[in-house]
């Protein structure tokens, strides 16, 4: 089975075309990595005949930082992108421009296959690694469409300020929370656009739902799931879905395994249904923890922590001096006195003193994966953090 790599396909995207009308199945990796490529040779190996052809892998990991393979389908993946098209609106799209990494299920799907699919023109960028680039690109296109996720909009405020992109129509978010508390300047940035929440998972090849900005004002609604997806809320507010665009297998450090149609596949996300057929994420199921009896979700903190911070803020967790489990607020770019005293504020009007975070910490930048996600095993693991307050004193 061939194996591509993001750094060769950039050099000659063609490449990628090639392996997609190719009859063999391939696998498309970030980049070169001789233990990686090694694992992923042997998870191929236990693929079963018939997912050597018309199959395609990307690489993910969750949380944990470990690697998982997943095999989805080249047609259910053209069907998405069609479904796509037309839920998102997208007929007068005449290109995306790419922020993200291609070998990222969002990027991939919703930008490559629909390019390729509706026959539409790809458009790299270097990214947020070279802002002044990217910015002339946005400044240029014309009727296209943009995909980012949530963590690159306070990236956005700090590089490109002032700037507006009006030849962007189409924008979408997903990869993480929907950036609600930025929508002021998502929408002062792109004047024209068309803004979604996109909600899904790597196991569904990405998508499951969707929500247009305009349909609720709750970043943690993630609209109605798209047409033939099923989703339901399971033991513990568990979210999993069924979806006939979904991976049909995954490889990781427990072998091999294959998802059957009739299985309902954890999303990893905590969910409930609400009116209207809408559906609203709780948090990650890592994200909500128990302290002192008490169920503690940090999505819930980091939305109060964005009704008065405009920087980056994120949450590694950490046990506290007595063992118990808590959590280390870390906020970027350095925040003066002001700015802690009116996030203690909002802990105090909003939640519990046992919900409230250890430690407020900040760095200069937050670690960031490939994808844009916060990268929370690095974050932890970061010297100099400047601290601010903590709940306990340090005999």
């Known amino acids: 089975m061939k194996i591509l790599f993001q750094g060769d396909v950039l050099k000659d995207v063609f490449c990628l075309d090639e392996a997609w009308q190719a009859d063999d199945s391939f696998v498309f990796l970030p980049d070169r990595n001789g233990s990686r490529e090694d694992w992923i040779r042997k998870g191929i190996e236990k693929l079963p005949g018939e997912m050597k052809k018309s199959h395609f892998g990307l690489l993910t990991s969750g949380s944990t930082g470990a690697p998982k393979l997943i095999f989805g389908v080249k047609s259910r993946s053209e069907k998405l992108a069609r479904v796509l098209h037309e839920m998102q609106e997208s007929e007068p799209a005449h290109s995306a421009v790419l922020m993200l990494p291609l070998t990222y299920c969002y990027s991939f799907v919703n930008q490559w296959v629909w ?55 189409r924008l979408h978010f997903a990869g993480g929370p929907f950036p609600q508390q930025h929508m002021d300047a998502v929408q002062h940035f792109f004047p024209s656009a068309k803004i979604f929440n996109n909600y899904g998972c790597a196991e569904a090849m990405p998508r499951l739902s969707l929500r247009a900005l305009g349909e609720s004002d709750e970043g943690a609604n993630i609209g109605r799931p798209i ?21 049909v297998a995954f490889y990781d450090d427990s072998g091999f395994h294959e998802i059957r149609d009739e299985e309902w596949v954890p999303t990893g996300d905590l969910g409930e249904p609400i009116e209207n057929g809408y559906w609203r994420i709780k948090g990650r199921a890592n994200e909500v923890y128990k302290r002192f009896g008490e169920k503690i979700a940090l999505p819930q903190l980091l939305r109060s922590v964005y009704g ?15 063992g118990e489990e808590g959590h280390i607020l870390v906020l970027c770019p350095v925040p003066d006195e002001e700015a802690v005293r009116k996030i203690l504020q909002q802990f105090r009007k909003n939640h ?34 400047k601290e601010h307050w903590r709940q306990f004193q340090v005999s």
């Open 115 to 169: 390019s390729r699919v509706m026959n539409r023109k790809l458009i790299i960028t270097p990214g947020l690694k070279y802002p002044g680039k990217t910015a002339e690109v946005l400044g240029t296109v014309d009727e296209a469409m943009l995909c980012l996720v949530g963590a690159q909009v306070p990236l956005f405020i700090n590089y490109f300020r002032n700037q507006v992109f009006p030849g962007i129509i």
């Open 227 to 247: 047409r033939s997806v099923e989703l339901k809320s399971g033991e513990d507010d568990e979210l999993l879905f069924r979806s006939p665009y979904r991976a």
């Open 308 to 322: 008065v911070w405009t920087g980056q803020a994120a949450f590694y967790r950490e046990a506290d001096p007595n």
């Open 352 to 385: 519990p003193r046992a919900h409230w975070p250890l430690r407020i910490e900040s760095v200069d930048h937050i670690p960031l994966l490939m994808n844009g996600k916060v990268d929370y095993l690095s974050l932890k693991r970061m010297d100099r953090k």
